[in-house]
C-alpha cells in the first residue's frame, strides 16, 4: 500500500508530529511516521531514527554517535537522502521542521520523482528556500509561529498542510496523454535555432525547453532521470563554461549524468560554449579585467572565451558524453555556436572555435551509437536545426 511519509524530529517536534500524523489518518490517508532525530523519539514511530542513520555508508554511528548537532545534521541529511530511495511505498511526504529538520527532510524529499507530492512545514519558508527547493517540485509552507509545541495557529497551520497533502495523493494528476517529452536547452543567443527545432518537432513530441541557467539544465536532467522524457535535444551545453570557469550560471559535476543513466536518445551541440556568464561588471572578478567582454545587459556581462579554455570545456564534454552508452549524436557548428560568434560579432573568435571542435572531436569515443558530426553552418541557420531534428528522428525510431 502507498503511504504518505510524515518525517519529523520526534525528540524535539513530537507534540507536531502525533497532530500531523493525526490529522492526516483522519482525512483517510495511510501513514508511516519517520523520526529523524538524535536523541530519542518522545513518541511512538514506524521508523525510528536509528534505522534511518543506518542508510549512511559509515553506519549510524557517523550520525547518532557525535555530539556536534552540525555534524549530526549533515549526517542525518545524507543518511534521510538513501533511505528515501530504498522505499518502494511513498504515495507522498511531508515533513516540519527548523533550520535543521527542514535541510534533513528535503535532502530526501529531493530525491524523489517530479510529481510525487512533496509538502514542507517549515519556519524558513518565507525566506531564501532555493538551497531547500533546488530544481525539486518540493512545496514550502510557512509554519508562522515556531514548530515549539502546538498553539492556536499552529493547530490550523498544520491542519491546513494534512488536508493539502492527503488531498495531492488522494486526487494525483490524470495520466499524460499523447505525445511524448523532449528536453530542450536554450539561450538568448541560440533561441533561433531551438524554436526552429520545436516548431519542427511539435506535431510529435511535447517540447520542454529549458533556460541555460545552472539550474535549467539541472532541471532537465531531473526529468529525464524521474522517467518523463522521451529524449534530450541539448543544443546550449553553456553551463559547462559558468562551471568550470567561475561563471554565475554553472552546471554540477553531473551534468549529462542523466544521460549516461537513463541512455535516452541525446543530441548535443556546443550553444553559447563561446562565453561565461557574470553580473553586472562590477562582478567581474579581477582576474578577468583585461579579457573581452560583451553587455547582455546593465546586469548581466558575457566574457568570451578562449582557445585553451575551449580545449577545457570540449575535453569536459566529450568525456562525459563518452560515458553514455545511449544513442548519442553531437553536432558542431563550424561558422559560429552563438548570435554573437558570427563573423563580424563581438565574440567571433574561429581560433577559440577550432580549439573547442577539435577538443570534443578527439575526446568523445564514437562507436556504433555515439558519433560527432561537423556542419558548415551557423548554430542559428535553420539548415543546422534541420540537421538536429534529422539525428534525433534517426535515433529515436
Keep these: 500500500m502507498k503511504r504518505i511519509y510524515v518525517v519529523g524530529t520526534a ?9 500531523l500524523a493525526a490529522a492526516i489518518a483522519a482525512a483517510g490517508a495511510a501513514v508511516t511516521l519517520v523520526d529523524i532525530g538524535t536523541r530519542g523519539a518522545l513518541i511512538p514511530v514506524d521508523v525510528p531514527a536509528k534505522e534511518v542513520a543506518a542508510h549512511h555508508p559509515e553506519g549510524s554511528f557517523k550520525v547518532l554517535g557525535t555530539n556536534d548537532r552540525g555534524t549530526a545534521v549533515a549526517a542525518m541529511g545524507e543518511a534521510f537522502s538513501r533511505f528515501v530511495q530504498t522505499r518502494t511505498d511513498i504515495a507522498g511526504m511531508i515533513g516540519i521542521g527548523g533550520g535543521g529538520g527542514t535541510s534533513v527532510v528535503t535532502a530526501g524529499m529531493r530525491t524523489l520523482p517530479l510529481g510525487t507530492p512533496k509538502l514542507m512545514v517549515s519556519t524558513l519558508a518565507s525566506g531564501d528556500t532555493a538551497p531547500y527547493v533546488d530544481v525539486s517540485d518540493i512545496v514550502m509552507m510557512p509554519s508562522v509561529t515556531d514548530l515549539a509545541g502546538l498553539n492556536g495557529l499552529s493547530r490550523v497551520i498544520l491542519h491546513n498542510a494534512a488536508q493539502a497533502i492527503a488531498g495531492m495523493v488522494a486526487n494525483p494528476a490524470p495520466a499524460a496523454a499523447g505525445k511524448p517529452a523532449l528536453g530542450m536547452t536554450m539561450f538568448g543567443v541560440t533561441t533561433p ?7 519542427r518537432l511539435r506535431t510529435d513530441y511535447d517540447c520542454m525547453v529549458f533556460h541555460a541557467t545552472g539550474t535549467g539544465g539541472r532541471t532537465m536532467e531531473k526529468l529525464a532521470d524521474s522517467g518523463l522524457l522521451a ?4 543544443i546550449t551545453t553553456t553551463e559547462v563554461c559558468d562551471h568550470l570557469l567561475g561563471g554565475v550560471l554553472p ?11 537513463t541512455k535516452l536518445p541525446y543530441v548535443g551541440s556546443v550553444g553559447a560554449v563561446d562565453m561565461v556568464n557574470f553580473w553586472a561588471p562590477s562582478t567581474v572578478p579581477e582576474r578577468f579585467r583585461n579579457r573581452r567582454f560583451y553587455e547582455h545587459n ?5 566574457m568570451r572565451t578562449t582557445a585553451d579554455e575551449c580545449r577545457l570545456i570540449g575535453e569536459w564534454i566529450g568525456e562525459r558524453l563518452s560515458r553514455c552508452e545511449g544513442p548519442v549524436r553531437f553536432l558542431i557548428p563550424e561558422k559560429g555556436v552563438s548570435a554573437i560568434d558570427v563573423e563580424g560579432g563581438p565574440f567571433w573568435d574561429p581560433e577559440a572555435d577550432r580549439s573547442l571542435f577539435e577538443a570534443i ?3 568523445i569515443a564514437p562507436n556504433g551509437s555515439r558519433r560527432v558530426e561537423r556542419l558548415p553552418f551557423h548554430i542559428n541557420d535553420p539548415a543546422f536545426a534541420d540537421a538536429v531534428v534529422k539525428a534525433f528522428r534517426e535515433i529515436a525510431a
Design 231 to 234: 529524449g534530450v535535444l541539448d
Design 11 to 19: 525528540d524535539t517536534k513530537n507534540e507536531e508530529l502525533a497532530y
Design 298 to 302: 546593465p546586469n548581466v556581462t558575457l
Design 251 to 261: 552546471a554540477t559535476d553531473d551534468r549529462f549524468g542523466a544521460v549516461a543513466r
Design 361 to 363: 572531436e578527439r575526446t
Design 193 to 199: 535555432c531551438v524554436t526552429s527545432i520545436v516548431e
